[in-house]
Every structure is written in C-alpha cells, then in structure tokens.
C-alpha cells in the first residue's frame, strides 16, 4: 500500500497536515496531496540527510496529523526519536523507504565506501554508521561564494567519473509546493551535496581514478571545516 493510501486508510485527509522533508522525495508530498491532506516542511539532520526530530517537533501545528520519515542514501532515519515524538502528540507515523540493495550488493558498496572515505581530500565524506547501506555515497563540496559543487561535479564528469547531484531544488522552493519557512539545512545540502559511484561492480581501478580525480580538484574547495 502507498503512502497516499496508508494517509487514507489512518483517516488522514482534508484540514490537516502531515511533516515532510523537504530534500528530495517529491513523491511523498505529493502523495500527502493525493490523500487531500497538506504538506508541512520540516529540516533536516545535516549528518544523515533525514528529517531531524527536533525540527519535526517544531513544524507541529494543532492540524499535524502524521509525520512521513524518509531514509536517505542507506542512511536510516532516527525511527526511535521520531515515533517517540508521535506518541507524545497522537500521531501517525509512516516510514517511505529507498529501494535497498542485495546483502552482498551492500556489502560491496560498504567496501568500496570505506576506500573513498580513506582517499578523498578536500571534500567532506559521509558521517556513516553501523546502519548505514552505503546505497549512495554523498559527499559535501563546500561553497565559498561561487557554485563550488556545481563546477566540481562538471569537472568530475569531464573526467569520466560519473557523479550526480542528488537534489537540485528542494521540495519547498518548487512551484507546486512553494513555502515561505526556513530549512536552512536543506538548502545547504541542496547546495553542496554530490553523490560519487559506489557500485558494486567498481573496480579498484575505478576506485583509484574516482579518488584521483577528485582529489586534484582540491582547489576548487575552500578548506573543510
């Protein structure tokens, strides 16, 4: 059942509304929508990308009537705070999940994570934990008044490593869901973040040319903090 259903099915619809994130994931406002409810923005962690439960706790208004956790990039979302906070107010709490990787798709991409954050200068790697799938491997490309990220990701390419920018405009600042709040950790995120190759099929080949590359591109960086 999707998310649009379960909303339903909870009995959540017309007058309320349910606490999203905004990086990324289009399709769990719109599904908030698509059961007549309204979605309501809240920031992120900056250190596993996911909805952080103290700016969930502040988004709450007397119509909050759920709260959607996404996990990101294998990353899982602070489940224990986050339901916690659901039974403090009554809430409904729906977990919308990211296609996982095999057991031993993981355990390659864990592998060849664990490489990267040994070789990459200049940019800042993953905070990962125990839990964490590896299913992207997001780095932060710091900014110093010029698109850093941006130019980085162009550069990497040029050199025939394949990157993607995760999230190029978060879910609040798109026409159909435009809000005025303030989500400071998610426009920096929208604004740093570049995902480099974690698969499994990489080789160490691979795996030295993607640190290679990205490495001699330090000076495009402003130092890490």
């Known amino acids: 059942m999707g998310t649009a259903a379960l909303l339903r099915a909870a009995g959540v619809g017309a007058g309320d509304e349910v606490v999203v994130p905004a990086f990324g994931n289009v399709e769990v406002a719109r599904a908030v929508t698509l059961a007549g409810a309204l979605p309501a923005f809240a920031d992120i962690d900056p250190a596993t990308y996911c909805l952080d439960p103290a700016a969930v706790d502040a988004a709450l208004t007397p119509r909050t ?42 355990a390659r991409r864990r592998e060849r994570a664990a490489y990267l954050d040994t070789r990459l200068r200049g940019v800042r790697t993953p905070e990962r934990g125990a839990g964490h799938s590896c299913l992207e491997y997001v780095v932060r490309v710091p900014g110093n008044g010029r698109p850093d990220r941006d130019a ?32 400071p950790e998610t426009e920096r995120a929208a604004d740093e973040t570049l995902a480099l190759p974690v698969d499994g099929s990489l080789t160490k080949r691979d795996m030295q040319r993607t640190a290679s590359v990205c490495n001699a591109l330090g000076g495009l960086l402003a130092p890490a903090l």
């Open 65 to 106: 009537a759920a709260v959607v956790v996404v996990h990101r990039f294998g990353h899982p979302a602070d489940l224990g705070q986050l339901r916690a906070l659901g039974q403090r107010h009554g809430l409904l709490v729906l977990e919308h999940t990211e296609l996982d990787a095999s057991r031993d798709e993981t």
């Open 152 to 183: 980085f990701a162009r550069a990497v390419r040029a050199k025939g490593v394949a990157c993607r920018i995760p999230v190029q405009t978060p879910v609040h600042r798109l026409p159909e869901f435009r809000r005025c709040v303030s989500l």
